[in-house]
């Protein structure tokens, strides 16, 4: 089966004010952060039946490291 993947507006931006975040806390954390979410996401488009559904049809990965 092939899934779609989709993003909420909000997770964009969940995911932006979290890059700028990281960057205040040390330079070059949030390129850390935004390769884990990469990973993240690569991980779930090639097994998306390993993450528990959470709502309905939707399916929720999280990184490794970070929150």
């Known amino acids: 089966m092939v899934y779609k993947v989709l993003f909420f507006?909000?997770?964009?931006?969940d995911i932006k004010e979290a890059k700028n975040w990281y960057q205040s806390q040390l330079k070059g954390l949030e390129k850390r952060f935004a390769e884990?979410?990469?990973?993240?996401?690569?991980r779930w488009?090639?097994?998306p039946a390993v993450h528990t559904i959470r709502y309905k049809n939707i399916r929720?990965?999280?990184?490794?490291?970070f929150p």
């Open 9 to 13: 507006d909000e997770v964009r931006q």
């Open 60 to 65: 929720i990965a999280h990184p490794d490291v």
């Open 45 to 47: 488009k090639e097994r």
């Open 36 to 42: 884990d979410i990469k990973i993240a996401i690569s």
